[in-house]
């Protein structure tokens, strides 16, 4: 079985951040959020992921290549926009009838994958329970059996939400469907949706099952990513650097290489590598790769990667390699 991972999704509610860097590269809890799905990956024994890339891809392709070498990668790119189901028809040929693990590229999870992977249904699907599922793709069933599924429900109805982990061991009748789909343009909010290909998956018989996701992670917006941040680093955080007249408020992750100067840090604090951070007070932020801060009290904030900030007080969304200078 092998994984897809589609990222082609542009992170509009994650900008400024996204103008520079595709949003699984985002940092939560001390890495990537591509890091934390490629780990479950890893840890489930997938060897092998094919990830489809929209926008500045190549950054993608970058990170995965350095940091999982031992992962074998293929690499696909969706070029028009036309939606999650139309992501994944591409990866057919990479995939074939060998079964797919799909993870929605904008989620964190916590479940026990490995029974699933040698599920005898055609598909398991990971869900979990939602007051209000209308933004999502819900299952519906009788006794045992997935009878329907529905993406973007028009009722506030209590329901099984699908949170963006399947288990496709008929991965060739999946890619079968979205032909289908795609051959008949049946598009719900105008794109072509995995959802719907699966139903029909369902229509022409195929037996579903679901099973639990402990936990959620949704790293869509600036105050999901601090929230997923400090979930995270509770099992996650390591202090990996030296701290120098510095105090640091657990959960934290201090990346190796960063500088921590006069400063205290935490709780809910994630610093990258080459950072540093001198005579400042930080907490729930996720500080990226080579930013310094100097003089400075942050609180829900997210700086990008080669940014500086000054002497400023508050919250901020600051992008890649721009500058922030307050009064103090
Ligand atoms: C997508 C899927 C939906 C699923 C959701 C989980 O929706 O289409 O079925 O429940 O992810 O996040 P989107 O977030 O693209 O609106």
Redesign the pocket.
């Known amino acids: 079985m092998k994984a897809v991972i589609p990222l082609g999704?542009k992170g509009t509610r994650l900008r400024p951040h996204t103008f520079t860097r595709p949003k699984a590269l985002l940092h939560v809890a001390g890495k990537p959020a591509l890091g934390h799905i490629l780990d479950e990956v890893a840890a489930a024994g997938i060897t092998e992921a094919v990830l489809v890339l929209g926008q500045m891809g190549e950054q993608i392709e970058e990170y995965v290549r350095s940091a999982y070498p031992r992962m074998t990668a293929t690499f696909v790119e969706q070029r028009e926009p036309l939606g999650?189901g139309h992501a994944v028809s591409l990866t057919r040929d990479a995939v074939g009838k060998e079964g797919a693990l799909i993870i929605?590229g904008?989620?964190l999870f916590e479940a026990d994958l490995r029974p699933q992977l040698s599920t005898r249904k055609d598909a398991s699907l990971g869900t979990i329970s939602c007051d209000d599922p209308r933004?999502?793709?819900?299952v519906e069933r009788s006794g045992g059996r997935v009878t329907r599924l529905v993406?973007?429900p028009k009722e506030k109805k209590r329901g099984e939400?699908?949170?963006?982990v399947n288990v496709i061991r008929d991965s060739g009748g999946l890619y079968d469907a979205l032909e289908e789909l795609m051959r008949k343009n049946l598009r719900t909010?105008n794109e072509y949706?995995?959802?719907d290909a699966m139903q029909l998956m369902v229509e022409h018989g195929a037996a579903f099952t679901t099973f639990p996701v402990k936990r959620w992670l949704?790293c869509?917006s600036v105050d999901n990513m601090l929230a997923s941040n400090a979930a995270l680093l509770v099992r996650k955080g390591k202090v990996l650097a030296e701290l120098a007249g510095s105090s640091v408020a657990a959960p934290c992750h201090v990346a190796k290489g960063a500088v921590i100067e006069r400063s205290r840090i935490g709780p809910n604090v994630s610093i990258a590598e080459g950072a540093v951070i001198r005579n400042s007070v930080l907490k729930d932020c996720i500080i990226h790769e080579s930013c310094v801060i100097e003089n400075c009290v942050l609180d829900k904030s997210i700086i990008g990667g080669h940014a500086v900030v000054r002497g400023f007080r508050g919250s901020t969304s600051l992008g890649d390699f721009s500058s922030l200078a307050g009064s103090r």
């Open positions: 999704g999650l929605y904008d989620t933004p999502f793709g819900i993406e973007k939400v699908i949170v963006g909010k949706q995995l959802t949704d869509g």
